[in-house]
């Protein structure tokens, strides 16, 4: 039996609801983040007076740092631990944003740039790793919840950013939005040091010499048995392999490409309609806080996807849910583009599409971990994850050059639509390859146990 199948299954102590707190929060900050330039781009372009191919840069900045984060920094938590990179993590973050407020339109859009790389570094790193350490930690008679609104907290952090700091970026300049990120992270860097405990099943599985040690001071605090010995390891085969040899060798390989294609296409929908969006709008308007209700509205009907989709793959698979939500999200989001500026038709249309359209990230974010056993699941996660971020790096430099080269609103979206569609099937394509491996494949478990393998 694993480490964490008891404690899944009895009443949470105080230290798991810190734990589940504590990671929602940082997701949530990343949320924030993630989405900081989506509604401060208005001001930027007008600030620095620079095109809309140069501001998509400036988008693409963070997942630039996100793809270092998740494939080369996030496969150290394997080896340091979950806890300490999520440490480091949140104070890269507040570099990065510590960085921003000096750019200036003498200096050009370059330390912007720098800002928004770093800060997707620390990003990039963080979300390999909380999702594990939440999953541990969770009660089973709270985990549908508790996991609804992890896959929601992205948007909430977004939501949170456009109705509070949104509206004060007219008064205050887009820098405030920058430094309100800089305190936030400082903030989540003491929380993550003072409330987020290690991975159980890292410390069960890693065979260190304080394991055990620091195993039982844990499940000391959470009041439950302590252990005379470490309980037996499953994960002798990554040892003997390597963590990268077990991610891109035999099937689990075949299953990794799978997901890395897929999710490259879906962070080029994605991201096209997260930084366009709102800024086509509000362009259309002249008016630059209308960015800031459109994130709203992407905030919102995301929250809700999510909520519906956690709560739906529950009951049904996820590798049968995810494609019928990202086929739903080619739609609506053709549709964003084709009704138009018009407002609050825009409100409401890319509220729907939103709903279905972030509803993809919670498909991938619990299929993908998965694949792979516990030493290599950070390292697996980070790789898919990692290079998906190419699509979203190329979002906002291609959206922007497409509308610098006149592409109106309908087509590009439509355009930019497509790619869901291939996520799709590549996630209908890992279910069939995962039908003929049997029922015994990794996938096959339920999310809580392949989460906390």
Known sequence: MRITDHIARERMSGLQIRAVIVAIALVVLDGYDVSLTSFAAPYIEKGFGVSKAELGLVMSGALIGMLVGSIIVAPLADRIGRRKMGVASTITIAVGMLIGPFASPESGTGPL????????????????????????????????????????????????????VGPMLGAHGWQFGWWA???????????????????????????????????NTLLAKMHRPTLDALPESDSTAVRT?????????????AYTFLMTVGYLAYMLSFYFMTNWAPSTVADAHHNPPMAAQLVTAFSIGGILGNVVFGFLADRFNARLLTPVFLALATVTLAVFGLVGTAMPTAWWTL????????????????????????LARSTGFGVVIGFGRFGGIAAPIVGGAAFDSGMGMGTAFTVFALPMLVAGLCVVGLHLSQGRAGSDAPEAQSPLAAATA
């Open 241 to 253: 392999k390597g963590l990268l040899r077990t991610v891109f060798t035999g099937r689990t390989g």
């Open 113 to 164: 740039v720098v800002s928004r790389i770093i800060t997707g570094v620390g990003i990039g790193a963080l979300v390999s790793v909380v999702g594990v350490v939440l999953a541990e930690y969770t009660g089973k008679r709270v985990y549908g919840l508790v996991m609804a609104v992890y896959a929601a907290a992205i948007n909430i952090g977004g939501l949170l950013g456009s109705m509070v």
């Open 181 to 215: 990120g800089f305190v936030l992270s400082v903030v989540a860097a003491a929380a993550t040091l003072a409330f987020l405990p290690e991975s159980l099943a890292w410390l069960s599985e890693g065979r260190r010499a304080d394991s055990l040690e620091r195993l």
């Open 351 to 374: 509220f729907v599409a939103s709903f279905f359209v972030c509803a993809g990230t919670a498909g991938f974010y619990a299929i993908v971990p998965s694949l792979y056993p516990t």
